[in-house]
């Protein structure tokens, strides 16, 4: 099933080329060049970011194999896809419910100004939902190819296409993310505590 997108909207996940420059208020107050910088960047806020380069480095491994599965490149491409492919979706569905039910709830009431940043943050985890259903459809018919012995290249270019898609989404998100949720940790560091 394939999620539908609402490419009306030019604050969708789809469509967007960033945040909108309301949005960036904190942001532009605050370059990433100096977030490491700030008293403010705390543990927990490294953490949170090494887990979207997990996130992107992880789906780059997965365009990788199938790339090189189409090259006839990796004799492995059935176990290492089911393995990063479950482990990729499995974290990034559950980070995004801590993001949702635990930190943008404490953000939000901070600044007025980024209320609508988190609602297009909300908005992203619901779509990139449909996309993570899509990634898992498209996993499981090359799977499926593989467990039965047959042929799976028409598949594993379908999955290829996806995997490249869902990168360029799932960039997209965890860039704006980071520009409205690390701006407003280093600006109300202390009201957070």
Request: net charge negative.
């Amino acid at each position: 099933m394939a999620y539908i997108h609402d490419m009306t909207d030019p604050l969708s996940l789809d469509a967007r080329k960033g945040l909108p420059e309301h949005l960036r208020v904190l942001a532009d107050m605050y370059p990433r060049t100096d977030w490491r910088g700030h008293p403010n960047f705390n543990d927990l806020t490294a953490f949170w970011l090494e887990r979207h380069g997990m996130f992107r480095q992880l789906n780059d491994l997965l365009v990788e194999g199938s790339e090189k599965r189409l090259d006839r490149a990796n004799p492995r491409y059935g176990r290492e896809l089911q393995h990063y492919t479950s482990m990729f979706l499995n974290q990034l569905h559950g980070h995004h419910r801590i993001e949702d039910d635990h930190y943008f709830p404490q953000f939000i009431p901070l600044d007025s100004r980024l209320a609508q940043g988190f609602e297009i943050l909300d908005r992203d985890h619901h779509a990139l939902d449909g996309h993570i259903h899509a990634l898992a459809e498209g996993t499981n018919a090359v799977l499926r190819r593989i467990a039965a012995g047959e042929d799976d290249e028409a598949e594993a270019r379908a999955l290829l296409d996806r995997q490249r898609a869902f990168r360029s989404f799932l960039h997209r998100h965890l860039e704006d993310e980071e520009d409205l949720v690390v701006p407003v940790i280093l600006e109300y560091g202390a009201a957070l505590s």
